[in-house]
T-cell receptor
Framework: KNEVEQSPQNLTAQEGEFITINCSYSVGISALHWLQQHPGGGIVSLFMLSSGKKKHGRLIATINIQEKHSSLHITASHPRDSAVYICAAGYGGATNKLIFGTGTLLAVQP | ETGVTQSPTHLIKTRGQQVTLRCSSQSGHNTVSWYQQALGQGPQFIFQYYREEENGRGNFPPRFSGLQFPNYSSELNVNALELDDSALYLC??????????????????FGPGTRLTVL
């Protein structure tokens, strides 16, 4: 069982729709990262959360520490949002290694 | 653009061969992590280097080894390649926080990856 799980694995939306991707983790973490991966491999960091909520443009990320759950929301989705969205957990200790979920493949259709 | 580059972009090797993958980080990024991403999976942590010393290792055999250099570049070496080593290899660099040393909240800057195919 993966320590970090995401749902759904695949998501197809129409342009303009509100999108939610969920992430749950099994043990306490120090930080939760949301990342975006485009075809071809490049990964870009979107958010780092340790509590509460963060917003950047049309993207909103929330985390509930007690429930060990985080969500990534995309408002007014656009075809250029199509990508794989990955959540990853940082568990502390002497490294900043990340434990990744398997990703959510999002396709936004015009 | 994250300022992190990797070479080569693609590589084809045969089983049993050895391979060296390279990563060049931004100036000042003294922490680099390497990840292996199999098709359809999330990246898996291989190891991390901090100030040129190994600073943590994932569940990978000793034939996976690394080096980090003072000029913020690093290498991943894989000996005795196996078919299952076919994957996208990603490096990620970061700068230490105010307290010094890698922290889970550090922003990580990923390179574009090297796609390795083992035949």
């Amino acid at each position: 069982k993966n320590e970090v799980e995401q749902s759904p694995q695949n998501l197809t939306a129409q342009e303009g729709e509100f999108i939610t991707i969920n992430c749950s983790y099994s043990v306490g973490i120090s930080a939760l990262h949301w990342l975006q991966q485009h075809p071809g491999g490049g990964i870009v960091s979107l958010f780092m959360l340790s509590s509460g909520k963060k917003k950047h443009g049309r993207l909103i990320a929330t985390i509930n520490i007690q429930e060990k759950h985080s969500s990534l929301h995309i408002t007014a989705s656009h075809p250029r949002d199509s990508a794989v969205y990955i959540c990853a957990a940082g568990y502390g200790g002497a490294t900043n290694k990340l434990i990744f979920g398997t990703g959510t493949l999002l396709a936004v259709q015009p | 653009e994250t300022g992190v580059t990797q070479s080569p972009t693609h590589l084809i090797k045969t089983r049993g061969q050895q391979v060296t993958l390279r990563c060049s980080s931004q100036s000042g990024h003294n922490t680099v992590s390497w990840y292996q991403q199999a098709l359809g999976q999330g990246p898996q942590f291989i190891f991390q280097y901090y100030r040129e010393e190994e600073n943590g290792r994932g569940n990978f055999p000793p034939r996976f080894s690394g080096l980090q250099f003072p000029n913020y570049s690093s290498e991943l070496n894989v000996n005795a390649l196996e078919l299952d080593d076919s994957a996208l290899y990603l490096c990620a660099s970061s700068t230490p926080g105010l307290a010094g040393g890698p922290r889970p909240a550090d922003t990580q800057y990923f390179g574009p990856g090297t796609r390795l195919t083992v035949l």
